[in-house]
Protein backbone atom coordinates (compact mmCIF):
# COMPACT_ATOMS: atom_id res chain seq x y z
CA UNK A 1 0.00 0.00 0.00
CA UNK A 2 2.75 2.62 0.36
CA UNK A 3 4.62 1.65 -2.09
CA UNK A 4 5.22 5.29 -4.92
CA UNK A 5 4.26 3.25 -8.22
CA UNK A 6 3.46 5.44 -11.62
CA UNK A 7 -0.58 4.31 -10.86
CA UNK A 8 -0.50 5.78 -7.30
CA UNK A 9 0.71 9.48 -8.68
CA UNK A 10 -2.18 11.62 -8.72
CA UNK A 11 -2.86 15.26 -9.20
CA UNK A 12 -4.47 17.85 -6.19
CA UNK A 13 -8.12 19.29 -8.16
CA UNK A 14 -9.89 22.18 -6.47
CA UNK A 15 -13.78 22.83 -6.55
CA UNK A 16 -15.02 26.07 -5.56
CA UNK A 17 -14.55 25.33 -1.72
CA UNK A 18 -12.30 22.62 -1.59
CA UNK A 19 -9.38 20.67 -2.91
CA UNK A 20 -10.05 16.97 -3.58
CA UNK A 21 -7.70 13.94 -5.04
CA UNK A 22 -8.48 10.81 -6.13
CA UNK A 23 -8.24 7.32 -4.47
CA UNK A 24 -5.80 4.45 -6.47
CA UNK A 25 -8.50 1.61 -6.64
CA UNK A 26 -6.08 -0.75 -5.65
CA UNK A 27 -6.18 1.34 -1.95
CA UNK A 28 -9.95 1.93 -1.80
CA UNK A 29 -9.71 -2.28 -2.14
CA UNK A 30 -7.33 -2.60 0.19
CA UNK A 31 -8.78 -0.38 3.05
CA UNK A 32 -12.19 -1.71 1.93
CA UNK A 33 -14.06 1.76 1.55
CA UNK A 34 -17.19 1.49 -0.21
CA UNK A 35 -19.13 4.25 -2.30
CA UNK A 36 -20.62 6.97 -0.34
CA UNK A 37 -18.99 5.50 2.91
CA UNK A 38 -18.58 8.30 5.20
CA UNK A 39 -14.90 9.20 6.25
CA UNK A 40 -12.54 11.14 8.33
CA UNK A 41 -9.53 13.33 7.08
CA UNK A 42 -7.08 13.84 9.63
CA UNK A 43 -3.78 15.56 9.24
CA UNK A 44 -0.66 14.56 11.46
CA UNK A 45 1.52 18.00 11.42
CA UNK A 46 4.29 16.22 12.85
CA UNK A 47 4.99 13.79 10.29
CA UNK A 48 3.02 15.56 7.33
CA UNK A 49 0.77 13.06 6.15
CA UNK A 50 -3.30 13.01 5.48
CA UNK A 51 -4.64 10.11 7.75
CA UNK A 52 -7.93 8.85 6.09
CA UNK A 53 -10.06 6.56 9.11
CA UNK A 54 -13.39 5.15 8.72
CA UNK A 55 -16.02 7.44 10.87
CA UNK A 56 -17.67 6.03 13.62
CA UNK A 57 -20.96 6.99 14.92
Known amino acids: ???RT???IR???RSSSMY???IP???A???KLRERQKVV???DKRRKR???KDWQK
Open 41 to 43: VDY
Open 11 to 13: KIQ
Open 6 to 8: KEN
Open 20 to 22: YVS
Open 50 to 52: III
Open 25 to 27: IAI
Open 1 to 3: MGR
Open 29 to 31: REM
